[in-house]
Nanobody, 121 residues
Framework: QVQLVESGGGLVQAGGSLRLSCAAS????????MGWYRQAPGKQRELVAQ?????????KYADSVEGRFTISRDNAKNTVYLQMNSLKPEDTAVYYC?????????????WGQGTLVTVSS
């Protein structure tokens, strides 16, 4: 079994910064993709940022966060980070960590429990 544990959410004023962390644990052989999604009240879950293992760590960002958010990962610790700067009220959402994990026998898509980010105006 594989678990993702997120931390770092909270309340911040517009223009402020937060850093989210997500650590994967369990029966992990390798993790190909790690990323962050978010879901605001009344809206669908959307991709925020994604990073690929290896090959220099290719990244992908939603247009709405490009230039403000930075995703990074520590492969040795099976941990992904999301540095969020210049936060806006519209960034308010529950942020979910996501990982595509290879165990000894299966390939899984795993989700964290979510961490709330609230940006006040």
């Amino acid at each position: 079994q594989v678990q993702l544990v997120e931390s770092g959410g909270g309340l911040v004023q517009a223009g402020g910064s937060l850093r989210l962390s997500c650590a994967a644990s369990g029966s992990i052989f390798s993790i190909n993709v790690m990323g962050w999604y978010r879901q605001a009240p009344g809206k669908q879950r959307e991709l925020v940022a994604q990073i690929i293992s290896g090959g220099g760590g290719s990244t992908k960002y939603a247009d709405s966060v490009e230039g403000r958010f930075t995703i990074s990962r520590d492969n040795a610790k099976n941990t992904v980070y999301l540095q969020m700067n210049s936060l806006k009220p519209e960034d308010t959402a529950v942020y979910y960590c996501n990982a595509h994990v290879a165990t000894g026998s299966r390939y899984l898509e795993v989700w964290g429990q979510g961490t709330l980010v609230t940006v006040s105006s």
